[in-house]
């Protein structure tokens, strides 16, 4: 059965610091694997996506996360935090398991940007 | 239209009446699925469409909730008998292909704002 884990409930950095959001996963499939970015009152974003063409993932605004099926986890990055990344991220891991089509999010890392 | 929307975007409702909620997915796209999302967290599954077909309602809490999709385009997600723990955000996605293909990302309309008085 399918599993996400965001590992940090809340995560604060200040301006121009990395940013680590971390996510393990499990799967009993071969899984597409997601971030999606939420803003206050606004919807659900994607910011990036796996789906085995490579491990290391570039998505939009700086953003990247890679792929490690050792440790099954799809930690997402960025290496300079702006105050506009202030928002809440979701890890979300998708397959044809078993038949079944679901989807499932994560509990969602809030990230707090300090000037 | 150039995203997903649904309607109406707020809904109050009197605990035992019973609610319908909209959503118009990306025009063309295959598969629809609709979510729950409670304050605080993050969204939950509840059913899957791919074109008219309702494969997956694993997710549905109750037989009170209900959705469809007669001609593969816009879907209708009904609640019967609401009830106060049905109060949430019911998020609509859209995307062009199935789960397993390689155009399988999703895209979110803005969601209804449910509360159950």
């Known amino acids: 059965a399918q599993s996400v884990t965001q590992l940090d409930s809340h995560v604060s950095v200040s301006e121009g610091t990395p940013v680590l959001l971390r996510c393990n996963y499990s799967?009993?499939?071969?899984?597409?694997l997601f971030w999606y970015v939420q803003h206050p009152n606004k919807g659900l974003q994607l910011l990036l996506k796996y789906t085995s063409a490579a491990t290391l993932v570039k998505g939009i605004n700086g953003f990247e996360a890679e792929f490690k099926k050792s440790e099954t986890s799809f930690h997402l990055t960025k290496p300079s935090a702006h105050m506009s990344d202030a928002a809440e991220y979701f890890c979300v891991v998708s397959d044809e398991d078993t038949g079944g089509f679901k989807t499932i999010f994560g509990a969602g890392t809030r990230l707090f940007v300090k000037a | 239209g150039a995203g997903v929307s649904q309607s109406p975007r707020y809904k109050v409702a009197k605990r035992g009446q019973d609610v319908a909620l909209r959503c118009d997915p990306i025009s063309g796209h295959v598969s629809l699925f609709w979510y729950q999302q409670a304050l605080g967290q993050g969204p939950e599954f509840l059913t899957y469409f791919q074109n008219e077909a309702q494969l997956d309602k694993s997710g549905l809490p109750s037989d009170r909730f209900f959705a469809e999709r007669p001609e593969g385009s816009v879907s209708t997600l009904k609640i019967q008998r609401t009830q106060q723990e049905d109060s949430a955000v019911y998020l609509c996605?859209?995307?062009?292909?199935?789960?397993?293909?390689?155009?399988?990302?999703?895209?979110f309309g803005p969601g209804t704002r449910l509360t159950v008085l």
């Open positions: 799967s009993s499939y071969s899984p597409s």
């Open positions: 996605a859209s995307s062009l292909d199935f789960p397993g293909s390689s155009y399988n990302e999703q895209f």
